[in-house]
């Protein structure tokens, strides 16, 4: 059985800040996607990564994944206010998106 | 440029009702998904459908029945609503482009659903 496991799963920071969100799985798997949650709304798709040592950014968040290691992680830089979400990293056993199993997601809460 | 619409935000039932959650989505995937979402649980998968008229148990489904008439549509019916039902039920859906996968799901809005 695969399991997604995230740490951490709150993390409050100041802005200015880096940090780094871990998400393990335990089966090998070369897809592994991670998605936003602001409070009360649906999930929204930030990153795919479809290979051992893809590395994708967009603005302060970078994501990265070692399929070796069975490990991607999610990392902030110079965290803001609108950074604050859940994010959720599921990973793709099948490599068909017909059934990701997410992690418990990861509550970033970003203060002034 | 909506793609994947649950029909209703919020829902409040009563005990015994029986409940239909709808989803449509316009982008012609074959694969579609129920999720419910609740504080400390993450997301878990309620039932999933592959094709047209077939759908597969997830990882709770009791209490829970599907039904996919049409591609587009993916209905999730509770059958006789109990309290430990409510939650915020998610619906998503995939390509199957007959292999490898590069999309992921897209999700619903999402249905916050409370039965009193």
């Known amino acids: 059985e695969l399991k997604v496991e995230q740490n951490p799963l709150f993390l409050s920071m100041q802005e200015g800040k880096n940090y780094t969100i871990y998400c393990n799985y335990s089966t090998t798997s070369d897809r592994l996607y991670w998605y936003r949650q602001d409070p009360g709304k649906s999930l929204e798709s930030l990153f795919v990564?479809?290979?051992?040592?893809a590395v994708k950014q967009e603005g302060r968040l970078m994501a990265s994944l070692d399929t070796k290691a069975r490990l991607s992680t999610l990392h902030i830089t110079a965290a803001v206010h609108d950074l604050s979400a859940t994010y959720f990293c599921?990973?793709?056993?099948?490599?068909?998106?017909?059934?990701?199993?997410f992690g418990t997601g990861t509550r970033l809460q970003v203060t002034l | 440029d909506v793609k994947v619409t649950q029909s209703s935000r919020y829902l409040v039932k009563r005990t015994g009702e029986k409940v239909f959650l709808e989803c449509v989505q316009d982008?012609?995937?074959?694969?579609m998904f129920w999720y419910r979402q609740d504080p400390g649980l993450g997301l878990r998968l309620i039932y999933f459908s592959y094709d047209v008229k077939m759908k597969e148990k997830g990882d709770i489904p009791e209490g829970y029945s599907v039904s996919r008439e049409k591609k587009e549509r993916f209905s999730l019916i509770l059958e006789s609503a109990s309290t430990n039902q409510t939650s915020m039920y998610l619906c998503a859906s995939s390509l199957w482009a007959g292999g490898l996968s590069n999309y992921g799901y897209t999700f619903g809005s999402g249905t916050r659903l409370t039965v009193v």
């Open positions: 990564l479809l290979s051992n040592g």
């Open positions: 599921a990973v793709d056993l099948l490599g068909t998106a017909s059934k990701l199993t």
């Open positions: 982008m012609d995937h074959e694969n």
